[in-house]
């Protein structure tokens, strides 16, 4: 058959990228955006075409990349963070919620939401995601992002 096919590309010159980032865990969401910048800079992302909003935590992301999405102004949105396990089921009651909602703001605005939020059961596992032997989250969201919103275009 000769069908034609779509691919999405790691290009990110001309993409416009918003970025949420949670303070609660800076430590880990430090990190988160750094590989997100440095993906998007090794991609050809143009830095005044990047906007980060910080949220006080995983929670609020949803409203924040929301408020984006309605802006239309950007090709894809990316929410960094880090839930981590505590004695209490509260981190897994916010993951389930935020990453449900952030899928529902994708879908209903036809912009990529790239859920970039690490959640951990313990402090390693989140030092592993966030830039050492695990890779680095942010980055890999950063180039889910680039490739989504380069798909997207293609397909109008």
Sequence with gaps: MNCKE?????DAKGLRFGIVV??????????LLKGALDCLARHGADEK???????????E????????????????LIAL?????GATPHAGLINA????????????????VVDGIVAAE???QAIER???????????AAQTAIEMASLLKQLG
Excluded at 6 to 10: I, K, P, S
Excluded at 22 to 31: A, C, E, I, P, Y
Excluded at 49 to 59: K, L, R, S
């Design 81 to 85: 963070g880090a839930v981590i396990q």
């Design 49 to 59: 075409n990047v906007e980060i909003v910080w949220v006080p935590g995983a929670y």
């Design 130 to 140: 966030c830039g050492s032997k695990a890779g680095n989250r942010g980055f890999h």
């Design 122 to 124: 313990n402090l390693d």
């Design 22 to 31: 949670s303070r609660h865990n800076d430590l880990f969401t430090g990190q």
């Design 61 to 76: 992301q949803p409203l924040a990349i929301k408020k984006l999405a309605q802006a239309k102004k950007h090709h894809a």
């Design 6 to 10: 779509y691919h999405g590309q790691l």
């Design 97 to 112: 919620q935020v990453a449900r909602a952030l899928t529902q703001i994708g879908l209903e605005s036809g912009i990529p």
